[in-house]
């Protein structure tokens, strides 16, 4: 592997751990989205990422439990092979409906609580209810926009 490529996994990895997963499952995110082939085994990935055995099981289960990545087999392969699920990102972004639907209903349920309050103690409610709820009423839209655009671009015969 090239100097390059593991500066961009570690990149990866801490940008990931930012945001909550471990530095391991996001070094294996990495390596998952660069592989060739895209499907990997778990003796690949030790010897790829220099990591232990057990490390590399714990993340692998981590990124299959937040839905990031599964587990496939071959036909007449006895082994297992992990691989980032496909149309992960738009899956993703379409489970964060939940949350952001969740963030508004919060944020209305401290302005009711706060109904008897200054209106200036309920602004900072107000500025994360109205922000949630735009991109509860503009997310769909977006991604279906983004769909149109990824049929387009994979139609286009220059795709990067």
Avoid: C, N
Wanted: proline share 5%.
């Amino acid at each position: 592997m090239s100097d390059e490529l593991m500066r961009y996994i570690e990149d990866f990895a801490m940008q990931m751990e930012l945001l909550g997963m471990s530095r391991s499952s996001g070094r294996i995110m990495a390596w998952l989205l660069t592989a060739q082939p895209p499907h990997q085994t778990m003796p690949d990935m030790v010897a790829g990422l220099s990591m232990s055995k057990s490390s590399i099981s714990a993340a692998t289960r981590q990124l299959i439990q937040i839905g990031l990545a599964e587990r496939i087999s071959l036909p007449g392969e006895r082994r297992d092979y992990y691989r980032i699920k496909e149309d992960v990102w738009t899956k993703t972004m379409k489970g964060r409906s939940h949350q952001i639907a969740m963030m508004r209903q919060l944020a209305e349920r401290g302005l009711e609580v706060l109904r008897d309050s200054p209106p200036e103690s309920r602004q900072r409610l107000r500025d994360m209810r109205d922000l949630y709820a735009f991109f509860e009423r503009e997310m769909p839209m977006l991604l279906d926009k983004f769909l149109a655009y990824q049929a387009e671009q994979q139609g286009s015969p220059t795709q990067d």
